[in-house]
């Protein structure tokens, strides 16, 4: 088995010894009471249930980076999101140890290569049950334990007590420090799944609705849309919202089966990265585009809003708008107009306010993505009126060269705490996105990873 170990932080291993330090003076001045490494009594876990882990330091989770699903693929604190990837669930390995195997990818917790060393890396492996992959829990206090391994007896933390998103998981000698606690709670399974944010009015309710295309009466008339319900759909789970449109000429279809590209690209590649975590509409415009005469599309993503949370279990704090072309610049409409309803949005290749912008003067979390070569000064304009919104410091975000075959993500600085702004820019024509290398043809592999990662942090 192999994997990258990663040194301890200077600064923060200097502080450490500085703890130390202090604390061996005490225990010649007087006795120290030890670390209690006993087994946790008030966190003993379902081994039904799944949970997210909330480190104490950052209050961030611990995370499968990037959606990996790869054996030696690191394990790193991202904010919480409850996707499947920063879901765990506690197996028996007996002796009061257990694995915490990752709903995700189904591989578990590993100190990579066996590492007996301060630093060792933490990633995810294949299941074979080794001590190196089990882990007993110690109580500390307010009800965080540690993860304490079996192989070397060190416990699980962020590396350097980082509190950014991303930032390294793995062993080190126990301190009890904050950033080695950890909180669990239950999201899924189990005798105990408290959700998390605010629910809809239809958790807890037998849905009627089901995976395909509905017909609902918007405005006097019979406005239609493609959803997709998440597998094993769970009526107490609070899912994500995401509503994606399609540009000028295509349809809801396009969206919702991915068109050349098939399931990777299903509603702009978020069905394959929300991996059942989000239910997913693909609404079909009127003459194949977005107008939005007298408000029009507004109110029929309004009605949508209603029908499907009346009868879904949705978390109605996340609830995100995403589209190419005309869709993105109905997308930008629903953030001017409906900024208490939406959480973020992602506009690809908007080419102006096509389906306007009633309103438009308060904050929304913005993701813009626009092609050098597609007049990207309207994608500019649209992207800083957020920019202001949002109170983020004004910058010249900077882009790739042409013939580059590249793209440059800027997240700009400044933003009011949970309206961020991100700004893509790539060597490109009019398209929702390109592999890099490959000029703006492909299976856009980028911008379906960014925009969820964009979103999966609310």
Known sequence: MTGEVRPASPERRRRSSAVAAAGAALLVASTLVAIDAAPAAAATPDTNAWYVLVNRNSGKALD?????????????????????????????????YYRLKSRHSGKVLDVSGASTADGGAIVQWADHNGTNQQFRLADSDSGHVRLITRHSNKVVEVQGASTADGANIV?????NGANQQWQLVAVGGGSTPPPTGEP?????????????????QSGGKSRSFILRIPANYNNNTRYRLMFAFHWLGGT??????????GAAWAYYG?????????????PQGIGNGWPNSGGEDVTFVDDMIRRIESDLCVNTTQRFALGFSYGGAMSYALACARPNIFRAVAVYGAPRELSGCSGGTQPVAYFGIHGISDNIASGRALRDRFVRNNGCNQQNAPEPAPGSRTHITTVYSGCRAGYPVQWGAFDGGHTPGHVDGGGDSGARTWTKGEVWRFFSQF
Do not use: K, M
């Open 200 to 216: 809809g009015a239809g958790c807890g309710r037998a849905p009627t609705l089901s995976s395909g295309s509905h017909t609902i």
């Open 64 to 96: 499968v980076y990037g959606l990996a699903t790869n054996d030696g693929a690191r394990i790193s604190q991202w904010s919480r999101n409850d996707g499947a990837n920063q879901q765990w669930q506690f197996v028996d390995s007996g002796g009061g």
């Open 270 to 282: 978020q069905q394959e990265q929300s991996n059942n975590s989000a239910i997913l509409v693909a």
């Open 171 to 175: 062993q080190y000698a126990d301190h």
């Open 252 to 261: 809801s279809g396009d969206v919702a089966y991915g068109g050349a590209d």
